[in-house]
């Protein structure tokens, strides 16, 4: 599984936005897209909430990606 750090810079980031600043994803209507098919969780449970708040000390997957927000 291949893990990413993202280091948040201010309370929270969406998360379709998140997916872009990781580089999953060129746009945030990309992330968007990725979101709503389903194949996102935060911290373990499907996501289907494209502009979910994403804060410090959760763990966003998608696929074989995981995604440390710290």
Known sequence: MQKID???TSEF???NQ???LVGLVDSGGAGKNMVASG???VDGKQELRK????RSGQTVTVGDIQ???Q
């Open 6 to 8: 993202f280091d948040l």
């Open 13 to 15: 980031v969406e998360l």
């Open 18 to 20: 998140l997916m872009k």
């Open 39 to 41: 194949v996102v969780s």
């Open 51 to 54: 502009t979910a708040k994403i």
């Open 67 to 69: 995604i440390r927000v």
